[in-house]
């Protein structure tokens, strides 16, 4: 990225670590605007993107749709055991487990921005209650045209048969889910994080599977990504693992470099207006 970015007028970055010293090498030659491929921006140092007044966009609600379809596969899988019956099948096994019924259940959703509201869409047409929470309070008339209603955090977290994480990542809320919040949960309590890997302190994780205090984890995200060959989470079968892939659908990564071409275009003169309706994030 050191070597690239100074070659390049305006670049379409993806997960790519983005902080002082390479955006500092990309302004010292030809570099002049950042659009980041994508809805998190927490792999771009933005306070140093301003202060080096380089314009930095990213693409929000490309995925609401796709990454919400992708955190009820998850709970269909670890509330039915289908990946388990799956294998077992396969193997030559006819085993039946004794799975969850949604419709009841209260669903959780931490972060109700786009994707955390279609998630909560998608739990309330399953039967289940939901409820979620945001650090900014939201239109009760808009979540209720989802389904849900916004409780505090704490309430979230301990009334909730299944959590589902949504939120942008962020320094305040780096390992919220820790082990006191895993012990306020409800016993036998689901969690899926389809949102940052370091949301959820994995070792904290790790003792809560082990006690069963939490009963199954999907996981689309880590602290460390790939997962590491040596992660204790790999010991827990009760587990579902996927490769941070909310975003991809064909029709989703189509759409999104659709509009970060246009916003690379823009950024390079060709219909600057168009940055007008764009999000700016430094």
Known sequence: MIAMLPEADVTIAG???LGRVVLEAGVAGRLRGLVRWGIGTDNVDKPVATALGLPVYNTPGMFNNEVADLALGHILCLTRHLQKMDRDVREGKWTRYEGVSLAGKTAGVVGLGGIGREIARR????????????IVHLDEALLHSVGAKQ??????VTHSDIVILACNLTPQNHHLFNASVFDAMKPGAIIVNVARGPIIDEMALVDALRSGKISAAGLDVFEVEPLSRESPLRNFDNCLFGTHSGSSTTEAI??????????ALAMLGINPSFLDSCNRVA
Request: aromatic content about 6%; glycine content about 6%.
């Open 15 to 17: 997960d790519d670590p």
């Open 151 to 156: 409780e505090s955090f704490e309430d979230v």
């Open 254 to 263: 189509q759409r999104t470099n659709s509009i970060s071409v246009d916003i």
């Open 123 to 134: 739990c309330a047409a399953f039967g289940m209650n939901v409820i979620g929470s945001d």
